[in-house]
C-alpha cells in the first residue's frame, strides 16, 4: 500500500467541515501543480488511472478558458510521492480539446474527447489515441464484463468496432440524461448513473436487463445534483460510492450505497465553499483499495484527494 500523509492544501475553513463516517480520510490531498505554475489559465474534466502500485497518470483539458481554440490535453504522471510537470499529451491548431477520458488497456494508453471516428483497431494509436472533435465527454470507458463502456457507445472488443444504444430519456422530458457511470448490479443487471438538467436537479439512474441493448426510462434518486458531472466506482466489497456536487458547483461530496443505488449514505463532504468550483470527480479504486478521487478546483487546479472506505 503507498503511503500517505494528509496534506495542507486546503484552507482550515474547508478541513474542518469534512465530515469521517464510513470513510477514512483524506489520507492524503495536494495539487498536481502548485498554483499559477502551469502554462495555462484554466483547467478542467481531469480523469486518473493506475498504471502501477503507486503509479498514476492524471489527464484534463488546460487552456485559457474552455472551448477557447488554444485548449490542449495535459497530462501528468504521479510516481514517487510526487507529481511530475504537466505536458502536452494532444493540441489541434486553433481548435480546443475537450474532455479526455483515459483507459489503460492491456498496457496501452487510449485517450480521446469521442468515439465518434474510432470505427477500427487503425484508429488507436499505440500508446495514445489522438482526436479531435467538438463532443465532449465525461465518462471514462469502463470495463464492464468484456465491453467497454462511452457514454451510450458500446465496443465488444476493446475499440475494433463500435455499437451506439440509447438515448435514455427522463420520462416526459424532452432532453436525454448524459454522462454515465455504469457498473454491474449484485443481480448481473447493468445500470447507469447520470446527470440531468436544472429541472430535475437530482442524480438520475436507468437500468438495463440485457446487457446494455435496452433500456427504460431513468429516474431520479435521492441524490441532488446542480447539472454537474459526476463519478464514482463499484468497490471489490459491493459497495458503490459516487462522487458528486449537491446544491451547487462549491459543495462537492461523497456518498456510499449499499444496495446497489437503491439508497445511499452522506459520507465525506470534499469541499464546502460557496462561490467556488469543485466539479467534475473521477474516480478510481487502487490495487490497494484505496479510493483517489480527482477534481476541478476552481478551474485553476486540479486536486487529488485519498480516501480509504471502512
Not at 56 to 63: E, I
Not at 102 to 123: F, I, T
Not at 144 to 157: A, I, K, N, W
Request: charged content about 20%; hydrophobic content about 35%.
Amino acid at each position: 500500500m503507498c503511503r500517505y500523509t494528509k496534506g495542507t492544501t486546503s484552507s482550515p475553513e474547508s478541513l474542518h467541515k469534512k465530515r469521517h463516517l464510513p470513510i477514512k480520510g483524506p489520507l492524503k490531498e495536494e495539487f498536481t501543480f502548485p498554483a499559477g505554475s502551469a502554462p495555462f489559465n484554466s483547467c478542467h474534466a481531469s480523469t486518473i488511472v493506475e498504471v502501477s502500485k503507486c503509479h498514476f497518470l492524471v489527464a484534463y483539458y488546460g487552456g485559457t478558458s474552455e472551448g477557447a481554440p488554444d485548449v490542449k490535453i495535459w497530462l501528468q504522471k504521479y510516481r514517487g510521492g510526487r507529481w511530475y510537470t504537466p505536458i502536452v499529451m494532444d493540441e489541434e491548431p486553433n481548435v480546443p480539446m475537450w474532455n479526455p477520458p483515459l483507459l489503460l488497456r492491456n498496457r496501452h494508453l487510449l485517450c480521446g474527447s469521442s468515439v465518434e471516428s474510432w470505427n477500427s483497431w487503425g484508429a488507436w494509436a499505440e500508446v495514445v489515441m489522438r482526436i479531435s472533435t467538438t463532443l465532449a465527454v465525461k465518462s471514462p470507458y469502463y470495463v464492464l464484463t468484456s465491453f467497454v463502456y462511452g457514454m451510450e457507445q458500446v465496443t465488444p472488443d476493446s475499440g475494433r468496432t463500435w455499437k451506439k444504444y440509447g438515448p435514455i430519456y427522463v420520462k416526459s422530458q424532452v432532453l436525454s440524461v448524459i454522462q454515465p457511470v455504469p457498473y454491474l448490479t449484485a443481480k448481473g443487471n447493468l445500470r447507469l448513473l447520470m446527470r440531468y438538467f436544472n429541472n430535475i436537479s437530482r442524480v438520475c439512474m436507468a437500468e438495463s436487463f440485457d446487457g446494455g441493448q435496452g433500456w427504460g426510462y431513468a429516474i431520479p434518486t435521492e441524490l441532488p445534483n446542480p447539472n454537474s458531472g459526476i463519478d464514482g466506482v463499484k468497490l471489490r466489497d459491493g459497495r458503490l460510492l459516487l462522487a458528486y456536487n449537491t446544491i451547487s458547483r462549491g459543495v462537492l461530496k461523497v456518498s456510499l450505497s449499499k444496495d446497489d443505488g437503491d439508497s445511499w449514505q452522506d459520507s465525506l463532504t470534499l469541499e464546502e465553499t460557496q462561490g467556488m468550483e469543485f466539479s467534475y470527480p473521477a474516480v478510481i479504486q487502487a490495487s490497494d483499495g484505496l479510493v483517489h478521487i480527482t477534481y476541478t478546483y476552481n478551474r485553476t487546479q486540479i486536486k487529488h484527494v485519498v480516501v480509504q472506505p471502512n
